[in-house]
């Protein structure tokens, strides 16, 4: 058995290292984190959106020409 001497680290050895720990940082980085999603009530979800006799819903009637309710 020869008594080999510890080997150097070498330029590009210390390169090819730098490359692949930046390239296991960066992906880690772009992988989406687990996000929960908030649970939906299902009475607001039916609940009516606007009010039909509310004051926008009258200037929208009354500027756009629309003939007056009965």
Do not use: W
Request: glycine letters at 6%.
């Amino acid at each position: 058995m020869k008594n080999e001497p510890p080997r150097k680290l070498l330029r590009r050895d210390l390169l090819k290292l730098t490359i692949v720990g930046v390239g296991v940082v960066s992906a880690g980085e772009l992988l989406p984190s687990p996000v929960s999603a908030k649970p939906v009530d299902l009475n607001q979800k039916r609940k009516a959106r606007y009010r039909p006799d509310s004051q926008e819903v009258r200037n929208f009637y009354r500027v756009n020409g629309y003939p007056p309710a009965r």
